[in-house]
């Protein structure tokens, strides 16, 4: 079964920064893309920041370009989302995700997305 369980959310002034981890179980994380996403209370849940398998290629929202970094460490089974210079409008639940499929090559389409982690809050004061 896979399990993926975020944690490093928190309360943060803005301009501050958070780095959000996913610790991931149930499957050779090397052979999977993964993904952050977030969701704002009635709001759709977006896709932020995407990596393929060889962590060679990333995907950013344009709302956070240049803020935030995806990263994985397969070693430790963990993927990263390194937020800077955060904005109120970055307040959200932050969702870790990951696909069905190994070797997905359209990794930055939300819809490949299958299994979640349960969320981990964001908020960023003015």
């Known amino acids: 079964q896979v399990q993926l369980v975020e944690s490093g959310g928190g309360l943060v002034q803005a301009g501050g920064s958070l780095r959000l981890s996913c610790a991931v179980s149930g499957r050779t994380l090397s052979l999977y893309a993964m993904g952050w996403f977030r969701q704002a209370p009635g709001k759709e849940r977006d896709l932020v920041a995407a990596?393929?398998?060889?962590?060679?290629?990333?995907y950013y929202a344009d709302s956070v370009k240049g803020r935030f970094t995806i990263s994985r460490d397969n070693a430790k089974k963990t993927v990263y989302l390194q937020m800077n210079n955060l904005k109120p409008e970055d307040t959200a639940v932050y969702y870790c995700?990951?696909?069905?499929?190994?070797?997905?090559?359209?990794?930055?389409?939300?819809?490949?997305?299958?299994?979640w982690g349960q969320g981990t809050q964001v908020t960023v004061s003015s």
């Open positions: 990596i393929d398998w060889s962590g060679g290629l990333t």
């Open positions: 995700a990951a696909p069905e499929r190994p070797g997905i090559v359209a990794f930055h389409t939300p819809g490949i997305y299958a299994y």
